[in-house]
């Protein structure tokens, strides 16, 4: 499923496709797309400065240390994007009750052209291990996802931190960067609850250097 996403970008019922192995089918029938993926794979081998380093999690899952993913990315990875539909999309906290995760997705720098003044939230790092992060403004700290993200050790839920500087750059919509599980530090208020999120693998310095307060 996550290969048919990276590669169409849209459920099968919008490409006429009823299954996966038509995915395929379709691909492999198109030889010159084919050898253009064949370059891309082999460019973006010699390129990348992701390490592969896969985060430690209570459950199988593929995404890799400060690689980039799309929001449909992760709901495939995650089990919520099907063929049918690419699951839920155009908000910041995603719930996936399967696997009991809290994938939490964050813009750091935000325009009032692309964000609406309810979800201007103050997501920031403090430093390359601690953000700041506001749930969404309709979140209280007695309500179901509340209280699943302040215990959510106690409750056996993982929280996953997906991040990116700007939503988008030249026009295009930018990926955000996997900065893998994160712990509750503190947290107070509500409407939003205001959290503070403690991060079990330091991001890269330079998005902390981009997006730190004063920075």
């Known amino acids: 499923m996550f290969i048919h996403y990276r590669l169409w970008g849209k459920p099968g019922a919008k490409l006429g496709t009823a299954t996966i192995k038509n995915s395929f089918e379709r691909l492999a029938g198109n030889p010159s797309i084919l050898a253009d993926l064949n370059e891309i ?49 155009g908000v910041g906290v995603l719930h996936f009750r399967d696997v009991k995760v809290y994938a ?20 920031y790092p403090i ?14 700290q007695n309500s179901d996802t509340g209280q699943n993200l302040i215990n959510h050790r106690k409750r056996g839920y993982s929280i996953l931190i997906f991040a990116r500087d700007v939503k988008k750059r030249d026009g295009i ?43």
């Open 127 to 140: 430093s390359r291990e601690l953000l700041h992060w506001e749930s969404q403004t309709n979140t209280t």
């Open 41 to 89: 794979l082999e460019w973006a081998a010699t390129e990348t400065r992701i390490s592969g380093i896969p985060a430690n999690l209570s459950f199988p899952c593929t995404f890799e240390l400060h690689a980039q993913y799309s929001n449909v990315d992760i709901t495939v990875a995650l089990g919520l994007a099907t063929l049918e539909s690419a699951g839920q999309t």
């Open 104 to 123: 939490l997705l964050i813009t750091f720098q935000k325009t009032e052209r692309e964000f609406s003044p309810s979800t201007m939230y103050a997501d």
């Open 173 to 215: 919509t930018v990926p955000f960067s996997y900065l893998g599980p994160a712990d509750l530090d503190d947290y107070e208020r509500e409407r939003p609850i205001k959290v503070i999120w403690r991060l079990r693998y330091p991001m890269p310095a330079e998005m902390f250097e981009e997006n730190r307060r004063g920075g």
